[in-house]
């Protein structure tokens, strides 16, 4: 098998313990059962073409409707699991070729797109499905994208990663704190009124790439690595986790913050670490699965895209054999491996649903093959009739 189809670089989660996502290389739409660990395959909705669709690295889930967000910013597909109807938007916001969203949510059943290259929202009316993109979110902000980018050289090649104008979106109450990058700004979007009010990390915080907001306190991960608490309504820092230039970002992606503990996620770097709240103490993670694995790739954060509830987070399988899942009151992590779908439910999506253009024997194997051979023509028996791939299969097995 290739696991490396298996990965997902986001995920989403629904209010009956199911994860959604959408697989990295195949764009191959999945349901993940949190109870039970097995997966199951969601035929494609009309005007879904996988091999068309360049990725999908954001997904929102709200009213039985999943959201899909292509990975370059271009379109959005709405799909109602429930009816199987589908509408497909152009967002044309292609500016990156990844990551190209801060944040989004429905409210007054108008969908709010906040995207990470570009100083603008973009609002959808789901009733009438008009498009309505606001420039000049903020008028007085200065960013032209690829004008600031960072180059690493990692496993001897080099990358260059291009700098966010906003990093990531919080939603607190009717509100959504979009974070920026480099520029300390924070704004306060209200969705009931459509208008922000400006503000400004204290000088300490050199800028946002991730954020969560918990127990009245937003938690910081910053551009130079560390980690901050942020009591805006005091405007009080406290530092969590001082990196002191022995991790350079990008080596963190992103945070879990709990009852007791932050979780500090590598991005391009090796390694978890987990802080103690009380004592500030920090330790790095190590009570891996036996099996676990990586498939490292240098332009690949190893924790990208990831969802939750008022239970835990879920981290997708962006880079790993394993889902981590992290409770959010003890901090107590699970890692989770999905249970593929068997060969014949595989065969019979693909046979349905995926042009195949050249047979991967890793992938299906000769029966696998076989299966999946379209029924051009019947093999009779004296009791029973099989297509020409079961059959030969059948042959074989003797």
Known sequence: MNYAKLLFPACIVDDADNLYYVTHEEHVIKKLDLRKGKTEYIDNPEGYIPTEWYGVDKLFFSDGKLYLFEQNGKRMLQYSLEEKISRCFDLNCNISNCNNLAACTIYDNTLFIFHSFANRVVKINLDSG??????ELCPNIDYIFNREKDSYCVSGKKIDVFHKLYSCGCQVNNDIWLFTERKQMVLKYDLS???YIQYFLPQIIK????AIWKNELF???SVEGNVYSWDFFNNKVEILFDCRNEYVYPCF?????TDETVWLLPCLGEHIYIINLKNKEKKRYSAYPEDFKYYTDPNRSKFYGYDEDKRNYYYAMHSANYILVIEKRSGKETWLKPVEPDLNEKTEYYKNNYPIQQYDELEFGLEGYLMILAKKRFVSHKKEERGLGESVWHTLKK
């Open 219 to 221: 938690y910081i991960l």
């Open 207 to 210: 800028g946002c790439v991730h």
């Open 253 to 257: 992606g992103m945070i879990a913050v």
């Open 130 to 135: 008009k498009i309505v993109s606001k420039k």
């Open 193 to 195: 009124t459509e208008k």
